[in-house]
Each structure stands twice: as C-alpha cells, then as structure tokens.
C-alpha cells in the first residue's frame, strides 16, 4: 500500500499566540489537499491558540518537544498529558537544535519515544549528519546509530505508525538542500535499518521525511523520491509557500 505522505512545518521559536492564528488564517485556504497529512508543529504557548483556529479544517497539530516525565517537579516542562489534552498528535523529538543547543542525547530520547507511544502521541524522530560527518564519510553509520538507539524498545507495530525526519544540519536553515539524490540515499538507508530491526512490513509502513530548506522550488524532485514521505519544514513554513509545499502534486 502506498505511504501517505506527510508534511509538517516546524515553527520552531517563532509566532506569538496573536501572530500564530493570523498564520494558520492566512495558510488555511492554501493548505488543502486530500492526498497529504499536514501537521503543525507550534511552540508550546501557540498550541492552544493554533488548535482552536485549525478547527475543522485538514491541519493536524503538532508540538515541537515534550518532557520524559509523566508529571511532577520539572519547571519548564510540558508532559505528553498536557499535550494530549490540547488535542495534539504528533510531537517532534530530538531536532538537531534540541541535541545541539540542548544536549539531549540518545538515551534520552529514546525515553521520550517511549513515552510518546506510551501516551498515544505520534512521534516525528528526527536524525541527521553534520558537514563534518558527511565530509568523513560516517554519514550513513551514524544515522544507523542514531535510530537504532531512539528506538530501543520500540514495537514493530509502534514503529509503524510513527514518523523519521532525516535531516543533514548543515541543510537546516541555510538555504543548501540536499539533492534529491543524497537526501533518497540516506531516507533508503534509514528504512533498510528498520527493516533490521524489525521486518520489511514495518519497514515499508514507517513515513520518513527530508528536512533541510526544502521549499516550494525544490520540494517536488525530493517528494518523488520513493523513499521520502514527506517534508518536515522550517523557515517555509511561515509563508505562503508551505502551501505549495503541500500542494507539491498540483500543476
Ligand atoms: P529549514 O528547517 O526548513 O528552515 O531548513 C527544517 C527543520 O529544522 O526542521
């Protein structure tokens, strides 16, 4: 059966909760299209704000982090509970800012991927090479442990509903994207390692997304690739263009 594809943008540390409806006002008329799943991925303080003003329309939401922990002392942090109930569906874990900037490390994340499960969330996981590592040639190995680790635990049947964002850092809001050919090159290898793990049923179930300055220019070459899925969107997806992104199929 063939995969759905799924395009979210990561707002990443942008919008005000007033800011945040106007966009979701603006991309609403533009965000249509009965063949895509399209998720927002808002700051925490814009869920409640961008749920209501998605009401009744195609777009799902999203956050872009969640603790580990069910609930209790750990100020500044918000619980897949607290998401749940905000009538969130999926939650991106371990963008490369937050390993980066944050050191959340794999071990880590794996926990937060569990809880995901766990609560009923559906996790958008990403992984991704730096410049230096690609230009070793440690790319694919490193990909292979990022996932293997974030997935410890993990249940074929559970891994077949959620989603893998693969991007190159040195893409990610710096305008350089990786060819359609590199970026097929690593989506490929992230699902022969599901099918690793697991088996090819999962493996060809699972959604794998590029990410790294996909635009309305370049989506369409990266989206026919067989093994890319879906888009995970930053800087486009607070313009206009995200809705050409999801209308990558349209003339
Ligand atoms: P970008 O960000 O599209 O601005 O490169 C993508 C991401 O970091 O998810």
């Known amino acids: 059966m063939a995969r759905r594809k799924i395009i979210a943008g990561n707002w990443k540390m942008n919008k005000t909760p007033s800011e945040a409806k106007e966009l979701v006002n603006t991309l609403k008329p533009l965000v249509e299209n009965p063949d895509v799943d399209v998720v927002y991925c808002v700051p925490a303080i814009d869920i409640v704000p961008v749920g209501e003003a998605i009401r009744g329309t195609n777009v799902q939401l999203g956050a872009e982090n969640m603790s580990d922990q069910d609930k209790g002392a750990y100020t500044g942090e918000i619980s897949a509970d607290m998401l749940l109930d905000a009538g969130v569906k999926f939650v991106i874990i371990g963008h490369s800012e937050r390993r980066g900037y944050y050191h959340e490390d794999d071990a880590f994340l794996n926990r937060k991927v569990l809880k995901a499960f766990e609560k009923g969330l559906t996790p958008i996981l990403c992984c991704g090479e730096s410049l230096e590592q690609r230009e070793a040639g440690v790319t694919l190995d490193w990909i292979r442990l990022q996932i293997k680790s974030d997935l410890q635990g993990v249940t074929a049947e559970q891994a077949k509903t959620m989603v893998i964002a693969y991007e190159p850092i040195w893409a990610i809001g710096t305008g350089k994207t990786a060819t359609a050919d590199q970026a097929e090159e690593v989506c490929g290898a992230i699902r022969s390692t599901i099918a690793e793990i697991y088996d090819t049923d999962t493996a060809e ?41 999801v209308n990558y199929n349209k003339d």
């Not at 635009?215 to 899925?229: F, H, Q, T």
């Not at 879906?230 to 263009?241: C, E, H, M, N, V």
């Open 205 to 245: 179930a699972i959604r794998i997304q590029y990410g790294g300055s996909m635009n309305a220019g370049n989506c369409k070459e990266l989206l026919a690739k067989p093994d890319i899925d879906g888009g995970l969107i930053g800087g486009a997806a607070l313009k206009p263009d995200f809705g050409k992104i």
